[in-house]
């Protein structure tokens, strides 16, 4: 695997943190609920890690934090609609397209020069 497809799985998994922590967060009962503020602050430190190390291997910084925050949000939205939290209309859906499409857009338009 060469480093720019290695960066952009730190990017996949920071994406990944990023979800498990935004759905801690709203579990959480307002950072009384001790568990989930754990999962919380640990989520939210191994995404910022491996978003950190995806930028600092390459991957421009705009590109990259849209990319991570697009996984974030898209996945999150899922998540909570799975688990019963949030409700799905055919807006959301479009809107949810949109956000995939610009995640897919901004992956095979970046460039792998470092941005620093």
Request: aromatic share 8%; charged share 10%; glycine share 10%.
């Given at each position: 695997?060469?480093?720019?497809?290695?960066?952009?799985l730190?990017?996949?998994?920071?994406?990944i943190?990023e979800?498990?922590?935004?759905?801690?967060?709203?579990?959480?009962?307002?950072?009384?609920?001790?568990?989930?503020?754990?999962?919380i602050?640990i989520?939210?430190?191994i995404?910022m890690v491996?978003?950190?190390?995806a930028?600092?291997?390459?991957?421009p910084?705009?590109?990259?934090y849209?990319?991570?925050?697009?996984?974030?949000a898209?996945?999150?939205?899922?998540i909570s609609?799975?688990?019963?939290?949030e409700?799905?209309?055919?807006l959301?859906?479009?809107?949810?397209?949109?956000?995939?499409?610009?995640i897919?857009?901004?992956q095979i338009?970046?460039k792998?020069?470092k941005?620093?």
């Amino acid at each position: 695997m060469n480093d720019k497809n290695v960066n952009w799985l730190y990017i996949f998994i920071a994406g990944i943190f990023e979800v498990v922590w935004a759905v801690a967060m709203g579990q959480s009962d307002a950072f009384t609920n001790i568990l989930y503020d754990a999962i919380i602050v640990i989520g939210l430190a191994i995404s910022m890690v491996l978003l950190s190390k995806a930028i600092d291997g390459g991957l421009p910084v705009g590109v990259a934090y849209a990319v991570w925050t697009g996984i974030g949000a898209v996945g999150t939205m899922v998540i909570s609609v799975l688990i019963g939290v949030e409700t799905i209309t055919i807006l959301r859906i479009l809107f949810i397209v949109m956000i995939i499409a610009g995640i897919v857009g901004l992956q095979i338009s970046s460039k792998t020069e470092k941005s620093k």
